[in-house]
């Protein structure tokens, strides 16, 4: 299993940034992708998710608005769109997956994780 984040950099307040997780070797059994960051330090927080199968997303409340999770499941790639970037989301940002199904809210758990790739905002 493989996911590997990239597009990760250096970005200015209030600007745009698209990262992206490419992830291959499990099959379509593992249901939901996911998004989460951290600071170090810090307790790591869930972004959003998305679904393989329907492509609904689900974001965590403090992420609504300036985040957009998608995928294109033809090129096995995840996608985390990011807008009007502020420094407190500077962190390092980690693609996810696991076999559990995209509820009212994202799993909670996630069985395969890739290496992260930092963002950081600064003026």
């Known amino acids: 299993v493989q996911l590997q984040a990239s597009g990760g950099g250096s970005v200015e307040v209030g600007g745009p940034l698209t990262l992206s997780c490419a992830y291959s070797g499990f099959g379509r059994d593992y249901y939901t992708l996911g998004w989460f960051r951290q600071v170090p330090g810090k307790t790591r927080e869930g972004v959003g998710c998305i679904s393989r199968a329907t492509g609904r997303t689900v974001y965590e409340d403090s992420m609504k608005g300036r985040f957009t999770v998608s995928a294109d499941l033809a090129e096995n790639t995840l996608y985390l769109q990011m807008k009007s970037l502020k420094p407190e989301d500077t962190a390092v940002y980690y693609c996810?997956?696991?076999?559990?199904?995209?509820?009212?809210?994202?799993?909670?758990?996630?069985?395969?994780w890739g290496q992260g790739t930092l963002v950081t905002v600064s003026s």
């Open positions: 996810a997956t696991d076999r559990n199904f995209l509820g009212s809210t994202c799993p909670r758990t996630y069985e395969f």
